[in-house]
């Protein structure tokens, strides 16, 4: 079929209950091929679900909603569903799962942001995002010794139940990035994927990142397509000085002991033409990563010269203290991470692309932590926490964020995707990917 998919002008993003609201529209609609039921629920309490559209013997399963400050694929289940069960060519012998949105505690506290304007400063200001242990993508169980973890969420829980069910042939798990350009991720080098791919995001007009962020280190099967490691590397190499697992293994890493093959496409909310720059910088893959490092220490550094003096009077229990938390050992691992890249990186000067990811990462990151802090301190104050160190500590917080922001505006593009050709190129894949794995034997 023409994978040319068309979902027509997208002006917001999703919230949870227009989502839940756009679901029920489905299976109204589609009766006879719809079907939607609970799976299990969040720890706030709200009913997850799974939507099945179609009866055929082979196996999708869509993950919406795996991070919560990636909502982008709200639409893509909406469009993706519609589209399969509107379309019986597009929906072959496949039965497609969707699990609308996995993580809906956490995606309401990022709502405030999703009617735009999608500006850098708007965003990080509504941001939130979990510890790495308090995200249901990433706490499925790694058993191995070195790098043990077991400690499931009630949402990760609910998702391996649908995985050790369905035994899906394709897991598809819907993320986005935030500045620059499209990137994916298999679980292996299926053949024609990196191809197929190159072409869903050209026809979009959606350049490639040719810079790896969250992939730093990871072998690759074609240009912004790359192989997930096993689980147990990813988690021995995220080991605490203290021998405690920083987090588990993902749905991918679940869903391929049934032997899924796994999709994730990164689609990116702003663009930025340096992302998919491979000329060269004329300096060094190491001087690049050291003066990324320099950058990622002094933000763990500022924000702690704030937070320090005011964390015996922090009272109130919100989730954001543990995602400050999280963003801070993450930033810190990422540190970690680019000295052991310098000499991997050695002997060769650095792309633009490269060289634009590292100093995008070191914004993003700074940011991230400065709006989780200054939202939390938000909460203290309005919760009656009037102290003398938790005002001193919200504006030199709010100085901080400003002073990052103009910082990153000064330096990003961040000109925003149309929204609706994000989808189209998360839509577009999924058949893409789903048509090659067809020519395979199941």
């Known amino acids: 079929m023409d994978h040319g998919y068309q979902p027509g002008p997208i002006d917001r993003l999703l919230t949870v209950d227009e989502l839940n609201a756009a679901v029920d529209d489905i299976v109204r609609d589609f009766p006879r091929l719809c079907r939607l039921r609970r799976i299990g629920s969040s720890r706030q309490g709200e009913p997850l679900t799974l939507l099945s559209v179609g009866h055929g013997p082979e196996q999708v399963l869509v993950v919406g909603g795996p991070h919560p400050n990636e909502p982008v694929g709200l639409w893509t289940v909406v469009h993706l569903a519609r589209l399969v069960a509107g379309d019986e060519t597009a929906r072959g012998r496949r039965t497609w799962n969707f699990v609308p949105c996995l993580d809906p505690d956490a995606t309401r506290l990022n709502e405030d942001w999703f009617d735009g304007p999608l500006t850098i400063r708007r965003y990080h200001e509504r941001f939130y995002r979990p510890a790495l242990d308090d995200q249901p993508e990433w706490t499925f169980p790694v058993l191995e010794e070195g790098a043990y973890f077991d400690a499931m969420l009630p949402e990760t829980q609910a998702l391996a139940r649908v995985i050790d069910e369905l035994k899906p042939r394709l897991s598809y798990s819907l993320h986005n990035a935030d500045f620059g350009g499209v990137f994916h991720i298999l679980d292996r080098d299926l053949p024609g994927a990196a191809a197929a791919l190159g072409e869903v995001s050209a026809r979009r007009g959606l350049a490639l990142s040719q810079g790896p962020m969250d992939t730093l280190g990871w072998e690759q099967a074609g240009p912004a397509v790359y192989l997930m490691p096993e689980a147990k590397t990813l988690a021995a190499a995220a080991v ?59 933000t763990v550094r500022r924000i702690a010269d704030v937070v320090d003096p005011v964390q015996p009077f922090l009272t109130v229990p919100t989730p954001l203290r543990r995602a400050l938390s999280g963003s801070l050992e993450q930033t810190r691992a990422l540190r970690t991470g ?92 999924a058949l893409a990917v789903a048509g090659l794995l067809d020519a395979e034997p199941a």
């Open 240 to 298: 605490r000085d203290d021998g405690t697992a920083r987090f588990g293994s993902s749905s991918s890493h679940y869903a391929g002991r049934h032997g899924a093959t796994t999709l994730i496409v990164e689609t990116p909310l702003w663009r930025d033409p340096r992302a998919s720059d491979a000329g060269t910088t004329g300096r060094a893959c190491p001087e690049v990563l050291e003066e990324g490092g320099r950058d990622l220490e002094e």
């Open 338 to 429: 680019y000295r052991a890249m310098e000499s991997v990186w050695a002997g060769r000067d650095a792309t633009v692309a490269e060289e634009f990811t590292v100093r995008c990462t070191g914004h993003m990151l700074r940011l991230r932590a400065a709006g989780l802090l200054r939202r939390h301190l938000d909460v203290e104050q309005r919760a009656g926490n009037q102290r003398a160190a938790v005002r001193t500590a919200r504006r030199e917080a709010d100085a901080l964020f400003d002073h990052w922001c103009t910082e990153a505006e000064a330096y990003l593009v961040a000109d925003p995707y149309p929204l609706g050709d994000l989808v189209a190129v998360q839509v577009e894949a």
